[in-house]
C-alpha cells in the first residue's frame, strides 16, 4: 500500500519551455503533498507544501511563480516548472501523505535536465 | 527550528558485518523521527518511523533504531549488513504526528558494502 508514482522519471528539454511533473497517490487520497529538490549527492531540499483544494505553501527562495504547484485532487499534484533554464536541472521528488498519521511517502523522483 | 545531523557521509561495510548509522536531531518538543533509504535515481523508502512508545523501532529489511531523548539520537542498526543495503541513508525529523508536518533531513549517509 501507499504508493506514488511520479511521471516523467526523465526529461530533458531546451531552455525556455516549460514542463510539468505529475505526482499521484494510487492507493490513498493524499490530503497534502509536498515536492522537494535534490541536487546532485546532497539532501532533499523542501520547495512547497501543498494541500488538496489551496494554493501551495512555498519554502523560503523558492520562486512560486517559477515553480507553479496545483493540487486539484486528492490523488494529483502537478509541479511545473516554467521556463526552465539549465540552473534548473534536479532531480525531483514528490511525497504524499494521507489523514491518520501516516508518514510521507515518495514518488520515484523525476530528473529534469535543460540544455 | 529543527535540525538533523548525520556525521558520517560515508561508511563501508563488509557484507555480513554490522551496521550503525548516526544520527541526531534538534527539535524543542517530541521529535517525530523516521528514516529513509535511497537508491541512486530513485526515490525515497520509508525504512521505519518513531512516533511514541517503545523507544526501540523495528523496520523493514531487518533495520531497527533506537530512540535515545537524553542523548538527542535515533540511529539506525543492522546486525548484518547484505550487499543489497548499498545505498543513501537519511534521517529525518517532523514537526508533529500530523502528515501535513515537514520534514527536516539529515545531509544523508552513503552505504558502501564490500564483498
Known amino acids: 500500500g501507499a504508493v506514488v508514482s511520479q511521471h516523467p522519471s526523465w526529461v530533458i528539454c531546451k531552455s525556455g519551455t516549460s514542463v510539468k511533473i505529475e505526482c499521484r497517490s494510487l492507493d490513498f487520497q493524499a490530503t497534502t503533498m509536498f515536492w522537494y529538490r535534490q541536487f546532485p549527492k546532497q539532501s532533499l531540499m523542501l520547495m512547497a507544501t501543498?494541500?488538496?483544494?489551496?494554493?501551495?505553501?512555498?519554502e523560503q527562495g523558492v520562486e512560486k511563480d517559477k515553480f507553479l504547484i496545483n493540487h486539484a485532487s486528492l490523488t494529483l499534484s502537478t509541479l511545473t516548472v516554467t521556463s526552465a533554464h539549465p540552473e534548473d536541472s534536479s532531480f525531483y521528488i514528490c511525497?504524499?501523505?494521507?489523514?491518520?498519521?501516516?508518514?510521507?511517502?515518495f514518488g520515484d523522483g523525476t530528473r529534469l535536465s535543460i540544455l | 527550528a529543527q535540525s538533523v545531523t548525520q556525521p558520517d557521509i560515508h561508511i563501508t561495510v563488509s557484507e555480513g558485518a554490522s551496521l550503525e548509522l548516526r544520527c541526531n536531531y534538534s527539535?524543542?518538543?517530541?521529535?517525530?523521527l523516521f528514516w529513509y533509504v535511497q537508491s541512486p535515481g530513485q526515490g525515497l523508502q520509508l525504512l521505519l518511523k518513531?512516533?511514541?512508545?517503545?523507544?526501540l523501532v523495528q523496520g523493514i529489511k531487518g533495520f531497527e533504531a533506537e530512540f535515545k531523548r537524553s542523548q538527542s539520537s535515533f540511529n539506525l542498526r543492522k546486525p548484518s549488513v547484505h550487499w543489497s543495503d548499498a545505498a543513501e541513508y537519511f534521517c529525518a525529523v517532523g514537526a508533529g504526528a500530523g502528515t501535513a508536518s515537514k520534514l527536516t533531513f539529515g545531509t544523508g549517509t552513503r552505504l558502501q558494502v564490500t564483498l
Open positions: 527539535y524543542g518538543a517530541t521529535p517525530y
Open positions: 518513531y512516533f511514541s512508545g517503545d523507544t
Open positions: 501543498s494541500n488538496e483544494g489551496s494554493k501551495a505553501t512555498y
Open positions: 511525497s504524499a501523505s494521507a489523514l491518520g498519521g501516516q508518514p510521507q511517502h
